[in-house]
């Protein structure tokens, strides 16, 4: 699985911003996700979405706050961000499971993805 993502950019506290992550090559099945890395600290988990949009995950820092959504043809998964604070800083990396891979055993570690995209930079502050 291929994966191009866009959407990251400065924006004010409070503010809000949508991230998109388009998805090629053998996507049948495959559940998506989203962490982010600040600068000196761990990648880290915040949302996921199964494949057929039935199920979703959020790390507690951003529940209430995010919300995430899976699209067909072409696929593509969205993180919507209100309310974002200077702690939501770091880059953001969109991730994909493996074709067939149970949503079920997801438990928000970056080792139940196998594809990632590039990253997009996600910075808020005044």
């Known amino acids: 699985v291929q994966l191009q993502a866009s959407g990251g950019g400065l924006v004010q506290p409070g503010g809000s911003l949508t991230l998109s992550c388009v998805a090629s090559?053998?996507?049948?099945?495959?559940?998506m996700g989203w962490f982010r890395q600040a600068p000196g600290k761990e990648r880290e988990f915040v949302a996921a979405i199964s494949w057929s949009a039935t199920y979703t995950k959020f790390a507690d820092s951003v529940k209430g706050r995010l919300t995430i959504s899976m699209h067909n043809d072409p696929k593509m998964v969205r993180l919507q961000m209100n309310s974002l604070n200077p702690e939501d800083t770091a880059v953001y990396y969109c991730?994909?499971?493996?074709?067939?891979?149970?949503?079920?055993?997801?438990?928000?570690?970056?080792?139940?993805?196998?594809?990632w995209g590039q990253g997009t930079q996600v910075t808020v502050s005044s």
């Open positions: 090559g053998r996507t049948y099945r495959t559940y």
């Open positions: 991730a994909a499971g493996a074709s067939g891979d149970s949503w079920y055993d997801v438990t928000g570690s970056p080792r139940d993805f196998t594809s």
